[in-house]
């Protein structure tokens, strides 16, 4: 989804308040149980990062976490009466909180694994295991050429 579709989105949420919570949101803080807890809270902090980048939402550690708690479940999408689809809305808050280089710790080591596989070029290195399966392969056809001769 491209800028605009995602403001119509956004826009299309009523405040109903109908988000799932508790066990239905895994992202949901039970402890907290602040706005930004529900779909509707972290439907809010990507309109402010979009609309309002000066308030510099993207560099928040609380939008951080809230917005990368969200599993991507779906679940919200499925209750909401406004058709909200959230978790695509969120993806797109967590596209910019990386461009702004602010995301969570365990995604540094998976964001220089690609780089380290994808380094020279499009294509991911091979694998450490692929050099072992040829070398049992090659044993193994050396075994039979033994045993054929
Ligand atoms: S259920 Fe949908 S319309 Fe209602 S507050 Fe949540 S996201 Fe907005
Ligand atoms: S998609 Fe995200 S916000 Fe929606 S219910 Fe799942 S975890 Fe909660």
Redesign the pocket.
């Known amino acids: 989804m491209n800028e605009e579709e995602i403001m119509g989105m956004v826009w299309?949420?009523?405040?109903?308040?109908?988000?799932p919570k508790d066990i239905e949101c895994p992202a949901f803080d039970d402890d907290a149980r602040w706005e930004s807890s529900?779909?509707?809270g972290k439907?809010a902090i990507v309109h402010g990062m979009i609309k309002n980048p000066h308030l510099n939402f993207q560099e928040s550690d609380l939008a951080k976490e809230r917005l990368f708690s969200c599993t991507g479940c779906g679940h919200?999408l499925y209750?909401?009466?406004?058709?909200?689809n959230?978790p695509d809305i969120i993806n797109a808050g967590k596209k910019v909180l990386v461009d702004a280089g602010n995301y969570p710790e365990p995604h540094s080591n998976i964001i220089e694994n690609i780089k380290e596989q994808f380094q020279d070029s499009c294509r991911p290195k091979k694998p450490r295991w692929f050099s072992s399966i040829n070398r049992d392969l090659e044993s193994s056809h050396q075994t039979r050429r033994k045993l054929k001769s």
Request: some cysteine; hydrophobic content about 35%; glycine content about 10%.
């Open positions: 299309k949420c009523s405040l109903c308040g109908f988000c529900y779909a509707r439907v919200c209750i909401c009466p406004s058709g909200v959230v």
